[in-house]
């Protein structure tokens, strides 16, 4: 994998983390500022409007970066045979935590030790 692709995927490999935190804030101050809101009866809330998308987009990455890293843990030489099983049930169940790691360890780590050609 080449560096570009490497960062690249680095970045969508962190929005997830991101992402929660935002969540978290977006219902922490909805729910400081229940009172406050002026909103027609029946609409939506703005912020509503807002995370809805953006949930459902970063659910949909989380789908498509499990593939990546799978896929990339069956392909690589750079994980030992018989730890494959294992890391592939730590990036499915600990996926937000574990992708990060495994991406340094696994992705990062051989580009960096690999001679300039």
Same mark, same amino acid.
């Given at each position: ?5 490497? $960062? ?20 922490? $101050? ?76 696994? $992705? ?10």
């Amino acid at each position: 994998m080449t560096k570009a692709k490497a $960062i690249t995927l680095a970045v969508f490999t962190v929005w997830p983390f991101l992402y929660m935190i935002l969540f978290m804030a977006s219902f922490f $101050i909805s729910f400081l500022t229940m009172g406050q809101q002026h909103q027609p009866p029946g609409g939506m809330p703005l912020m509503f409007k807002i995370i809805l998308p953006l949930h459902l987009l970063t659910m949909l990455e989380m789908f498509g970066l499990m593939a990546i890293y799978i896929i990339h843990l069956f392909k690589t030489e750079s994980v030992a045979s018989d730890k494959k099983a294992l890391w592939a049930v730590v990036l499915f169940m600990g996926n937000i935590l574990a992708m990060p790691i495994y991406w340094y360890l696994y $992705i990062w780590k051989p580009i960096k030790s690999a001679p300039a050609a």
